[in-house]
């Protein structure tokens, strides 16, 4: 088991996001869906080579995965220990000039995230948790939210990439919000899934679901919102495991009652 050096790899974090913070700067909207593919594919894979070469001379019996849009990769996961980033999460937001995305790194230990950091360079945001040693942001713990109905709460959903080529997913996503909406304060999306889960660990969503395979852009928020005392299962109230083909995660009292109305969707 290694011991991680929480200061090294959140400097590292860090100093990734600030620089593509520089590129975001003059970003301008592309034309097309190929410009925008191209673009990602050169700051994600540049980005993603920086953490991954920095973090192989610092840890070299951790691996590092790339699976991220491998649907296999997203039903199991290999032994021991590995990386899991998303160098730009929130992509499309990025390459429209947005200011809605974040990097995350996620290091999993047989199977479970045992360390987490978000990052939202723009806002100058670091989100990171360690399990059985609470989650944080800029060094502050975070608690989930203390709300106890739904009427009051503050909802997020979002979808998997690609999520136009799954029927299925686009069904339940489009019945869970009719079915959420009469029963809660608003719901919205604000962009990356690995964020919103941040923001579900520091009380500022009360509630997240999701309906589709999306495990590597939860594996951040999964430790974040544990150690800030939420609840994460799938979307039934179910144990989440690889392989789960929906989410839920919300302070405790919202819990019950979110499961209740998302196990209506089949």
């Known amino acids: 088991m290694t011991e991680i050096?929480?200061?090294?790899v959140t400097d590292l974090v860090r100093a990734a996001g600030t620089s593509l913070k520089d590129a975001f700067a003059s970003v301008e909207p592309l034309a097309d869906r190929e410009?925008?593919?191209?673009?990602?594919?050169?700051?994600?894979?540049?980005?993603?080579?920086?953490?991954?070469?920095?973090?192989?001379?610092e840890y070299p019996g951790i691996t590092w995965?790339?699976?991220?849009?491998?649907?296999?990769?997203?039903?199991s996961h290999p032994p021991g220990e590995?990386?899991?980033?998303?160098?730009?999460?929130?992509?499309?937001q990025f390459l429209q000039a947005i200011p809605a995305w974040a990097l995350?790194?996620?290091?999993?230990?047989?199977?479970?995230?045992?360390f987490s950091a978000v990052y939202d360079p723009v806002h100058g945001e670091l989100f990171h948790a360690v399990a059985g040693g609470g989650?944080?942001?800029?060094?502050?713990?975070?608690?989930?939210?203390?709300?106890?109905r739904l009427e009051d709460a503050l909802v997020a959903a979002s979808?998997?990439?690609?999520?136009?080529?799954?029927?299925e997913s686009i069904r339940r996503a489009g019945e869970a919000t009719a079915a959420v909406l009469p029963l809660i304060f608003v719901l919205r999306n604000f962009g990356p899934t690995s964020l919103q889960l941040a923001y579900v660990a520091a009380g500022r969503i009360d509630a997240f679901w999701e309906f589709g395979e999306d495990m590597y852009n939860w594996l951040a928020g999964i430790l974040l919102i544990r150690e800030a005392g939420g609840v994460v299962t799938d979307a039934?109230?179910?144990?989440?495991?690889?392989?789960?083909?929906?989410f839920l995660a919300a302070a405790p009292a919202l819990h019950a009652p979110m499961t209740a109305v998302l196990q209506t969707v089949k």
């Open 35 to 57: 410009q925008l593919f191209a673009a990602f594919k050169r700051l994600d894979d540049s980005t993603a080579e920086r953490l991954r070469s920095a973090l192989a001379r």
């Open 82 to 92: 590995f990386w899991v980033c998303d160098a730009i999460d929130g992509a499309v």
């Open 135 to 148: 989650a944080y942001l800029n060094g502050k713990p975070l608690h989930v939210s203390a709300k106890q």
């Open 159 to 167: 979808q998997p990439p690609f999520v136009g080529e799954d029927p």
């Open 65 to 75: 995965s790339d699976g991220e849009f491998d649907s296999e990769s997203q039903r």
């Open 5 to 8: 050096n929480v200061t090294f």
């Open 236 to 246: 039934h109230g179910g144990a989440l495991e690889w392989g789960a083909t929906s």
């Open 104 to 114: 995350s790194l996620a290091l999993i230990r047989d199977g479970r995230p045992v």
